[in-house]
């Protein structure tokens, strides 16, 4: 069954503008998605320099491994995800379906081993605002740096989840045949999504694992 | 409309420096540097790592400047977020720099 070729809509000249415009409006919720992340990233950058030898202090309960570990898998599924994009464009719908499904585990990968951070993190009770307690009472940078740390990753977390979900769908649609050569902007658009999901933990891993 | 085209072995030669990459921001992390280049450090690579997904993996290189607008005015908004934000604790003339938690106003 060939797959049926997107439709024009009437507000739109040609499918070329009516393609451009959905992948425009991709880009300003990307952006858009980018500040909501730049307000905790500027905060960091704040508390950091408020309290440098406390966060040193907040960020010794991280995991560098683990943390690598999770970088690698977030990169290599951005690699699936791009070359999926890649082959529907080809109108290779079932291969594309495929890798899809294949970044949809390395998204559960991630989520796992984030959830043995977090049960790890529970245990030793380094945990935001509050909670944090420890033999002596943490000192107040400490807590900030913690807190941020459980915010950011689990708010990057969240976005994880929507991105399997959006991926997950686009699979579904290629195996079906619904996605092809001739109608592939919602497999690109959910492929961007994730690919930003992928920057914001390239930046989260060196400031929550690396630098200490 | 299409300038470049990202090609399959492209995205390969990609994915390899990024993984690359990030061997070489872990070891350095390793190493041991002082403060602020070990961040400096880990910063670039970050940011060299950011480029190879928005143009190649995002297909960025082949769309219209309208898009890559888009990415220009996010990151200079980023920048004076970031900075406008990080300038003040840093240029605090208040003594003692580091607020004291136990510090309260008075009643």
């Known amino acids: 069954m060939p797959v049926r070729a997107v439709e024009l809509a009437e507000q739109f000249e ?45 960020l010794a309960h991280n995991d560098t491994v683990l943390g690598t570990v999770n970088t690698v898998v977030l990169i290599t599924s951005s690699f699936t995800v791009a070359l999926a994009v890649h082959y529907v464009r080809e109108d290779k719908s079932r291969l594309a379906a495929l890798l899809l499904g294949l970044s949809v585990a390395f998204g559960m990968t991630f989520l796992v081993v984030k959830f043995v951070e977090y049960a ?22 400490a807590v900030m740096g913690q807190t941020l740390y459980w915010f950011m990753t689990a708010l990057h977390g969240l976005h994880v989840v929507a991105g399997m979900i959006m991926l997950g769908v686009a699979a579904i649609g290629c195996a079906r045949r619904r996605y092809g050569r001739h109608r592939f ?28 | 409309m299409i300038r470049a085209h990202v090609t399959g072995t492209k995205m390969l030669v990609s994915w390899i420096a990024l993984l690359v990459l ?14 602020g280049a070990e961040l400096a450090a880990a910063l670039t690579i970050s940011i060299v790592k950011t480029f190879i997904v928005l143009f190649i993996f995002m297909h960025l290189i082949e769309q219209r400047f309208a898009n890559r607008l888009i990415v220009i005015v996010t990151f200079l908004f980023i920048v004076l977020l970031v900075t406008l934000t990080a300038a003040d604790p840093m240029t605090r003339k208040t003594y003692p720099k580091t607020p004291d938690p136990s510090a309260r106003p008075i009643d």
């Open chain 1, 185 to 212: 902007i919602i497999v690109e658009n959910s492929g961007l999504y994730w690919h930003l999901v992928d920057i914001v933990w390239i930046f989260l891993w060196p400031l929550f694992y690396l630098v200490k």
């Open chain 1, 120 to 141: 790890d993190h529970i245990h030793h009770h380094a945990l935001p605002a509050g909670m944090y307690t420890m033999a002596n009472a943490p000192p107040a940078g």
């Open chain 1, 14 to 58: 040609t499918i070329e503008k009516q393609e451009h415009a959905a992948r425009l409006a991709m880009w300003v919720f990307l952006g858009s998605e980018t500040l909501l992340f730049a307000g905790l990233f500027a905060l960091y950058a704040a508390y950091r320099v408020m309290y440098p030898a406390d966060f040193h202090q907040a």
């Open chain 2, 22 to 35: 990030t061997f070489i921001s872990f070891g350095i992390s390793r190493v041991g540097l002082t403060g």
